[in-house]
């Protein structure tokens, strides 16, 4: 069955240039969390909507970041003015509601700001 | 603040042997306990979990032992096999929340 895809796959900014990164969830998940992970760490949480709701975006980083699910299912997570710090892999995730389901994870996007 | 913690970065084991990897956590509000296993280049896949209410959860060659006490999480595989050389991340989520804190993960390397 598919699973949650994320696009791109790699991306490599100049410093100071904006980009998207996309996120498709598993259809049906009412979650869905993006996480950065930087080289060598473990993922950190960034936002978590339930369908269209921004209801956590306790780990941005900075107003640089955006996030967004406008219809409850494609998320875009947005970064404004690129620094070479933003360089990472942002992963996204889906479950069902409850919590403790289990969160499926995208292949992630690798971006890399030069 | 780390509030999970992974102290071995790496973890060698041979073929057939029990792997045990160790995480330490600092926050007596989580309630729930989880690994995950990560390939390069593929996102975290969840292997095996445990509530705060059990001290053990078994699944196949995979068990995963909570001690509140002594606020450890460990994952025990056995036997090991090739396959299981990955990098796995603990991970725990505070009581009314779904966020996952993670650990900083053990690169596991099976050999033959």
């Known amino acids: 069955g598919a699973g949650v895809s994320q696009s791109p796959r790699y991306k490599v900014a100049k410093r100071g240039q904006d980009v998207a990164l996309r996120c498709d969830p598993i259809s049906g998940h009412v979650s869905l969390f993006w996480y950065q992970q930087a080289l060598g760490q473990g993922p950190e949480f960034l936002t978590y909507f339930q369908n269209e709701a921004q209801l956590d975006k306790s780990g941005l980083p900075s107003d640089r970041f955006f996030a967004e699910r406008p219809e409850g299912s494609v998320s875009t997570l947005k970064i404004q003015r690129t620094q070479q710090e933003d360089s990472a892999v942002y992963l996204c995730?889906?479950?069902?509601?409850?919590?403790?389901?289990?969160?499926?994870f995208g292949p992630g996007t690798r971006l890399l700001v030069l | 603040d780390q509030q999970v913690k992974q102290n071995s970065p790496s973890l060698s084991v041979q073929e057939g042997r029990i792997s045990i990897l160790n995480c330490d956590y600092t926050?007596?509000?989580?309630?729930?306990f989880l690994w995950y296993k990560k390939y390069p280049a593929e996102g975290p896949t969840f292997l095996i979990s445990?509530?705060?209410?059990?001290d053990k959860n078994e699944d196949g060659r995979f068990t995963v032992f909570l001690n509140k006490s002594a606020k450890h999480l460990s994952l025990h595989i056995v036997p090991s096999q090739p396959g299981d050389s990955a990098v796995y991340f603990c991970a725990n989520t505070l009581q009314g929340a779904q966020k996952l804190v993670f650990g900083q993960g053990t690169r596991l390397t099976i050999n033959p």
């Open positions: 445990i509530s705060s209410i059990k």
């Open positions: 926050n007596s509000m989580f309630d729930y």
């Open positions: 995730a889906s479950s069902h509601l409850d919590p403790g389901e289990t969160q499926y």
